[in-house]
T-cell receptor, first 116, second 112 residues
Framework: GAGVSQSPSNKVTEKGKDVELRCDPI?????LYWYRQSLGQGLEFLIY????????KSGLPSDRFSAERTGGSVSTLTIQRTQQEDSAVYLC??????????????FGSGTRLTVV | KQEVTQIPAALSVPEGENLVLNCSFT??????LQWFRQDPGKGLTSLLL???SQREQTSGRLNASLDKSSGRSTLYIAASQPGDSATYLC???????????WGAGTKLIIKP
């Protein structure tokens, strides 16, 4: 597609359940970020994938959070045993490294996660 | 270590004024610099991308400049409108690993 697609757009889950959030980056984009944003707060870095390099997982807040990127394309962020503090909007962004005008980052619309 | 600073943190001006948002960064080893806009409760929209070799980019009423040697970028908004009210974020794309380094943003309010 033309943009970064995230699904679902909204997710309400019960505390303690596991959730999976999906990000479809723009075709050919090798760089992919996951961020989360709590209400009224700035972007919180979670994880960064770039090509075949080992992902930068330094932003994952706990071992309940994991992410993978299959075939260098689609990425899934998994949160196990969700807690109420996990409620936030989860944003994905992708880019194709280079120096041309087309090589900036594009963000998806996000998944709003609510843990009740 | 790359650090990005945005000044001011918040700005409120009457409709119709021209205004400048500032972004500074400490390491000139960047690929590009990108300006984004975020509306409350919404995702991020890319406004302008400036390559490290460029001095400025323009889109409509927006003009972004880049002075890599001094580590500064400005976003100029001409003839501001209430619809321009949003948080404006700048981010540099680090040359070493293509990662984004973010400023904290400028919250802009345009009063009708």
């Amino acid at each position: 597609g033309a943009g970064v697609s995230q699904s679902p757009s909204n997710k309400v889950t019960e505390k303690g359940k596991d959730v999976e959030l999906r990000c479809d980056p723009i075709s050919g984009h090798t760089a992919l970020y996951w961020y989360r944003q709590s209400l009224g707060q700035g972007l919180e870095f979670l994880i960064y994938f770039q090509g075949n390099s080992a992902p930068d997982k330094s932003g994952l807040p706990s071992d309940r959070f994991s992410a993978e990127r299959t075939g260098g394309s689609v990425s899934t962020l998994t949160i196990q045993r969700t807690q109420q503090e996990d409620s936030a909007v989860y944003l994905c962004a992708s880019s194709k490294p280079g120096t041309g005008l087309d090589y900036g980052y594009t963000f998806g619309s996000g998944t709003r996660l609510t843990v009740v | 270590k790359q650090e990005v600073t945005q000044i001011p943190a918040a700005l409120s001006v009457p409709e119709g004024e021209n205004l400048v948002l500032n972004c500074s960064f400490t390491d000139s080893a960047i690929y590009n610099l990108q300006w984004f806009r975020q509306d409350p409760g919404k995702g991020l929209t890319s406004l302008l991308l400036i390559q490290s070799s460029q001095r400025e980019q323009t889109s409509g009423r927006l003009n972004a400049s880049l002075d890599k040697s001094s580590g500064r970028s400005t976003l100029y908004i001409a003839a501001s409108q209430p619809g321009d009210s949003a948080t404006y974020l700048c981010a540099v794309i680090r040359r070493s690993n293509y990662q984004l380094i973010w400023g904290a943003g400028t919250k802009l309010i345009i009063k009708p």
